[in-house]
Nanobody, 126 residues
Framework: QLQLVESGGGLVQPGGSLRLSCAVSGFTLDVYAIGWFRQAPGKEREGVSCISAGGGRTYYADSVKGRFTISRDNAKNTVYLQMNSLKPEDTAVYYC???????????????????WGEGTLVTVSS
């Protein structure tokens, strides 16, 4: 059974850091691109970042560029999202998603991924 599980969310003060993890099981991670998305209360879901299946290409939303870093460890079947310099507007439920299409990452904001996790809540507040 294919499964993605996010972890690492929590409460952090503005300017702080968190590292989210997306652990996958039931499939070989290295053939899937992984995207991170977030949805704040009352807002639509937005794409945050994406990493290609091989890890050679990464994509970021303008709102997080320079603050967030996506990476993957295929041996551990885990993808990470390092979030630094967090702002209150980063508060949201963060989801990871997996997709096997080779063109997924360049279009991740508009494509619906094959598989999704349940999400982890990130709250940035003083």
């Amino acid at each position: 059974q294919l499964q993605l599980v996010e972890s690492g969310g929590g409460l952090v003060q503005p300017g702080g850091s968190l590292r989210l993890s997306c652990a996958v099981s039931g499939f070989t991670l290295d053939v899937y691109a992984i995207g991170w998305f977030r949805q704040a209360p009352g807002k639509e879901r937005e794409g945050v970042s994406c990493i290609s299946a091989g890890g050679g290409r990464t994509y970021y939303a303008d709102s997080v560029k320079g603050r967030f870093t996506i990476s993957r460890d295929n041996a551990k079947n885990t993808v990470y999202l390092q979030m630094n310099s967090l702002k209150p507007e980063d508060t949201a439920v963060y989801y990871c998603a997996a997709d096997s299409r080779f063109y997924y990452c360049p279009n991740y904001k508009s494509l619906s991924a094959d598989y999704w996790g349940e999400g982890t809540l990130v709250t940035v507040s003083s």
